[in-house]
């Protein structure tokens, strides 16, 4: 059974930066695209952005050059550094893992919370 730890979470300024972190642990047998999604009070969960095990990435809109996505494909853990952070970006953010293919099989983290503000 594979289980994510999400870290990194926390209280800041607009404009300031947070990094969070996402680490796979248990029997894992490959890891495949990781992926980082968020859900504010009252709103659908929505992907913020994901990376595929060779690096390709993939941003929402609302984040595009102010999110950056990475992987350590060594410690099974993925990144995301969050830089000019905005009140919309306020959200529990959760890890996602896809450890299995055809049919896919997805793990989620529990969650960390993130709050934007002054």
């Known amino acids: 059974q594979v289980q994510l730890v999400e870290s990194g979470g926390g209280l800041v300024q607009p404009g300031g930066s947070l990094r969070l972190s996402c680490a796979a642990s248990?029997?894992?047998?490959?890891?495949?695209?990781m992926g980082w999604y968020r859900q504010a009070p009252g709103k659908l969960r929505e992907l913020v952005a994901t990376i595929t095990r060779d690096g390709s990435t993939n941003y929402a809109d609302s984040v595009k050059g102010r999110f950056t996505i990475s992987r350590d494909n060594a410690k099974n853990t993925v990144y995301l550094q969050m830089n000019s952070l905005k009140s919309e970006d306020a959200a529990v953010y959760y890890c996602?893992?896809?450890?299995?293919?055809?049919?896919?099989?997805?793990?989620w983290g529990q969650g960390t919370q993130v709050t934007v503000s002054s």
């Open positions: 996602n893992t896809e450890i299995r293919r055809f049919p896919s099989q997805f793990v």
């Open positions: 248990g029997t894992i047998f490959s890891i495949y695209t």
